[in-house]
């Protein structure tokens, strides 16, 4: 007796239950607590506001602090696994500018690193600020708020905020004539949210 070839349609049934079974992510592509995946703000977040989403290695990350191969080293020991941002402009609102990005790391102890990091060294790594603790910030977000020095007319005010969800972080840097305290919060509450 001849063997048949089994049909498409039974190939392409055992094809998918086999990547169901190895992909644990829920709707949205998402593991709950970012599960080492960077996960970035949505664009329908600020509406209003064009955006582009990249992604970052530890070369753009590092170039954007004062002491680089400081944080390279950190970022290596920590299992840097990827980034992914979305950087906003334009709009009329509190915000100028607003880049949201989530690093992946490949532990939940290298996402705490990266966080601590960060609370001791964002204020003059990244931004000259000063750390504030603002009514409604979820636990364990750690946020920075620069004012405008008076004698530069360019200078706005600006926020920067990281925490961690598992083994990702969130980060949000925000700036604009307008920004403020409250509207950051909100924004920080919304990201956390779509985590």
């Known amino acids: 007796m001849a063997r048949t070839a089994p049909s498409i349609a039974l190939v392409l049934a055992l094809c998918a239950l086999a990547a169901c079974a190895a992909d644990p992510a829920p709707a949205g592509g998402r ?43 950190l970022l290596e020991e920590a299992g840097f696994s990827s980034a992914e941002q979305r950087s906003f402009g334009g709009g009329t609102g509190a915000f100028s500018r607003v880049l949201a990005r989530g690093l992946a790391f490949d532990s939940s102890a290298g996402a705490a690193s ?48 990281a925490w961690q969800h598992g083994s990702s972080v969130l980060y949000l840097h925000v700036g604009g004539r307008r920004a403020n305290t409250r509207t950051f919060v909100e924004l920080i509450e919304s990201y956390d949210r779509e985590v």
């Open 31 to 73: 593991t709950p607590g970012g599960g080492g995946r960077a996960v970035v703000l949505s664009a329908s977040a600020l509406p209003g506001m064009t955006s582009d989403r990249s992604s970052v290695d530890v070369d753009g990350l590092t170039n954007e602090v004062t002491h680089p191969e400081e944080l390279r080293g």
């Open 114 to 161: 990266y966080v601590a990091w960060f609370a001791e060294n964002a204020h003059e790594e990244i931004l000259t600020s000063r750390r504030i603790s603002p009514a409604g910030v979820p636990s364990g977000v750690v946020v920075f708020r620069h004012r405008p020095d008076a004698c530069c007319h360019n200078d706005v005010p600006a926020y920067m905020a």
